[in-house]
């Protein structure tokens, strides 16, 4: 009896595998065609009865209906039946028979000689790339022909790339658009900008595409026709419009920073969300955005916090960019964040005062502190005075304070090719501003402050 939770029974009770099957038996075991004919014919009748059964069945008892056979465990060992030479031959089959009219029965004994090469390249590329997914195999399917005619360039890429992990997951893992825009992504695979760039460096994240043609707006393929979901899954850099990437850290002097870098005509673009790839996304459409394009201001990325999933990955994707890091003692640091005060309940209750207001007690209540004895923000907290319970909480290794220090010097490590500046909260303070922003105006690619502004 049929397992409906078995993808590889499912498939090898398919139609065609069926047909296959009986063919090679035949060859095996020997006998005339009319025999053979016979053969097909019953098992194509009793084939058509079961399938009539089966939706009669599910029809009266819904509950019955198999379950996708993308859900099945073994799913991915079954899309690899779909090119055995069983499976192969009876499609011949089933075209053969629905273009008898046409003359196909002329041609089935070419086609046969033709399943049989096919299916000799798909058992040697199976055979050498054992880490094949179902997504892979489905793009191989979809694409059969053209990966059949390209198949010796195919191999050559794969073959030159394959002690290159990375890079072959995300050709395994785009092979659709790989195979769809093969002509472009082999140029650069085999590019020596490729090689230099990415392969000697051993890059966790290779791009799929050529970056700098992916910045030219002539190019046939570049960012503005790329979808930012499509490009973090292809590993692709953020688009080349911004001029550094800032790490800053709340109470670290990162509000004064964004000031006086908007005071010289850089804008922080923030860099926010969890979820897989988010960060990346935002960015990415903003950047593209004639917001960003029809600008004559300069943009940097800010980062404030390092808690989303596939961070390290969001750091190798940005561009080979300046990193300016803003540090600060972090004794000063954590005394500036406990005494972090708001309006009780925000801007919505603005309380008027006046000089025939007396009432103290109600001025005094419209400031709380913001940060409670477990470390965390509260907007609408009632908490009177800075809590120093919350420096036990602040000093936990899991608070995201602390864990933005631990993983940011990890994260540098992302940034091995970088040029890294780092500068001190004190060096944005008073006097030191001023000199502070020129210099770094000169790395940065911003202009210059203005000295009668101070």
């Not at 043609?213 to 292809?234: G, R, S, T």
């Not at 917001?291 to 300069?298: F, P």
């Not at 090719?417 to 500068?423: A, T």
Request: net charge positive; charged share 25%.
């Amino acid at each position: 009896m049929l397992n409906p939770n078995s993808a590889i029974e499912r498939v090898k009770n398919h139609l065609a595998y069926k047909l296959g099957q009986t063919v090679i038996e035949h060859r095996h075991n020997g006998g005339g065609y009319i025999a053979l004919f016979k053969k097909l014919y019953k098992i194509k009748k009793q084939h058509k009865k079961e399938q009539k059964i089966y939706q009669q069945t599910i029809q009266v008892f819904p509950q019955l209906k198999y379950p996708s056979l993308e859900t099945c465990p073994d799913y991915n060992e079954a899309l690899r039946y779909k090119f055995h030479l069983s499976y192969i031959l009876g499609e011949v089959l089933i075209k053969a028979y629905q273009n008898w009219y046409k003359g196909a029965g002329f041609k089935l004994k070419n086609n046969i000689k033709k399943a049989n090469k096919e299916f000799q390249i798909f058992r040697e590329i199976l055979k050498e790339f054992k880490e094949l997914n179902g997504k892979t195999l489905m793009a191989i399917k979809d694409n059969k022909q053209l990966f059949l005619k390209e198949f010796p360039r195919i191999k050559n890429i794969l073959k030159t790339h394959q002690n290159y992990q990375p890079i072959m997951n995300n050709i395994f893992h785009n092979f659709n658009y790989f195979m769809q825009n093969f002509d472009l992504i082999e140029e650069w695979l085999l590019s020596d900008d490729f090689k230099e760039k990415y392969k000697k460096e051993n890059h966790p994240y290779p791009s799929l595409l050529d970056p700098k043609k992916l910045n030219d707006e002539n190019e046939k393929i570049n960012y503005h026709n790329i979808p930012a979901e499509l490009a973090w899954e292809m590993n692709l850099p953020l688009p080349d419009r911004y001029e550094f990437v800032g790490f800053f850290l709340h109470t670290n002097g990162e509000k004064a920073m964004e000031r006086f870098l908007k005071e010289v005509g850089v804008v922080l673009i923030g860099a926010f969300g969890y979820e897989d790839g988010k960060r990346y996304i935002s960015i990415f459409n903003f950047l593209i955005s004639e917001a960003c394009i029809c600008n004559d201001l300069k943009f940097a990325i800010g980062i404030l916090d390092v808690n989303c999933q596939k961070y390290d990955k969001f750091c190798f994707l940005l561009q080979n960019k300046p990193v300016l890091i803003l540090l600060r003692d972090p004794i000063d640091s954590l005394k500036s964040f406990i005494n972090v005060r708001h309006q009780k309940n925000g801007f919505n209750e603005i309380f008027k005062i006046d000089i025939n207001n007396t009432d103290f007690d109600k001025i005094n209540d419209r400031i709380v502190y913001v940060h409670e004895s477990n470390g965390c923000f509260n907007p609408d907290t009632n908490q009177k005075f800075p809590s120093l319970e919350s420096i036990k909480a602040l000093s936990d290794a899991n608070h995201w304070m602390l864990m933005y220090n631990i993983r940011r010097n990890k994260t540098i490590e992302f940034f091995r090719f970088n040029k890294i500046i780092y500068i001190d909260m004190m060096d944005i303070v008073g006097d030191k501003t001023l000199f502070t922003l020129e210099k770094l105006s000169k790395i940065l690619n911003f202009s210059a402050p203005d000295k009668n502004n101070k």
